[in-house]
């Protein structure tokens, strides 16, 4: 069983044969308008390896994902455990040399299952990820997954610049209530995320964090704020995730980052 790199043509024909059955010339225009230019040659010869590997089946001239397989992959999927099995009070750290990797990872983690949560806790100092080379789509679905999936989060932005509140109103949505304030009581350069009792912190260095706010303060416009972060972000950063089982702890921060939201009653942590 096959699972394909998404970047590879092989990865690219299963993720677009996933949404409807194609031909191959089609394939080969859907992959020249979002990727650019492959030859028909190269479709057909990946195509042939996914067809001899019984992931995609062929009738006439038209290509389409088996069923078959494409229950297998996700019977398998089930069976794996994304989210680090920890007891009360233990925690793990994992380190990553880009924003992107670590973003990519964070989302990761954050589908994974932790059981029924009534309420997601965030903060982040600023809302820099929009600027993160390559993730801002993966941002937007983020955030919109809360209203489609009817899940409440709150969001506290530790900045109230300009910038810091465009990104409010862009984020904001009925089941993701956003609040700007300088809240100095966590540290310089942690993003939080509290769900029941776990607590992700995703770290940065401080120098790092120094520069971001710095970016921030000067009240740039939304263009220039990116050029800025896009300058920085492009160099190699050291930056750490850890998740941790505490239950104290966890009660605490949704009480620093709750104050600012209306939660009722009957949602709870």
Request: net charge positive.
């Amino acid at each position: 069983m096959l699972l394909s790199p998404s970047n590879s043509l092989e990865g690219f024909i299963t993720l677009n044969l996933a949404a409807r059955n194609l031909t191959a010339k089609e394939l080969l225009k859907t992959h020249y308008l979002s990727r650019g230019i492959v030859t028909l040659q190269a479709v057909y010869k990946a195509l042939k390896k996914l067809v001899g590997q019984g992931i995609v089946l062929k009738y006439k001239d038209t290509y389409s994902l088996n069923n078959v397989w494409k229950r297998d992959v996700i019977s398998l999927l089930e069976q794996g455990e994304t989210f680090p099995q920890l007891n009360p009070g233990e925690s793990i750290t994992y380190s990553f040399k880009s924003l992107s990797q670590l973003d990519a990872y964070w989302k990761h983690i954050q589908e994974s299952s932790l059981g029924e949560i009534a309420v997601t806790y965030f903060y982040c100092p600023h809302q820099y990820w929009w600027f993160v080379p390559g993730r801002r789509e993966s941002e937007i679905h983020f955030y919109k997954q809360f209203a489609e999936e009817k899940r409440q989060a709150v969001l506290l932005l530790g900045g109230t610049t300009a910038v810091d509140k465009q990104m409010r109103d862009i984020i904001a949505n009925p089941y993701v209530q956003v609040h700007t304030e300088v809240e100095r009581s966590f540290r310089a350069g942690d993003n939080l995320t509290v769900k029941n009792d776990i607590i992700i912190r995703t770290r940065l260095p401080l120098a790092i964090s120094t520069r971001i706010n710095e970016v921030f303060e000067r009240n740039l416009s939304m263009q220039e704020t990116e050029e800025q972060l896009s300058k920085l972000f492009s160099k190699r950063i050291s930056v750490k995730i850890q998740i941790e089982k505490n239950a104290k702890k966890a009660e605490k921060l949704t009480r620093q980052i709750g104050k600012y939201f209306y939660i009722k009653r009957e949602v709870t942590r």
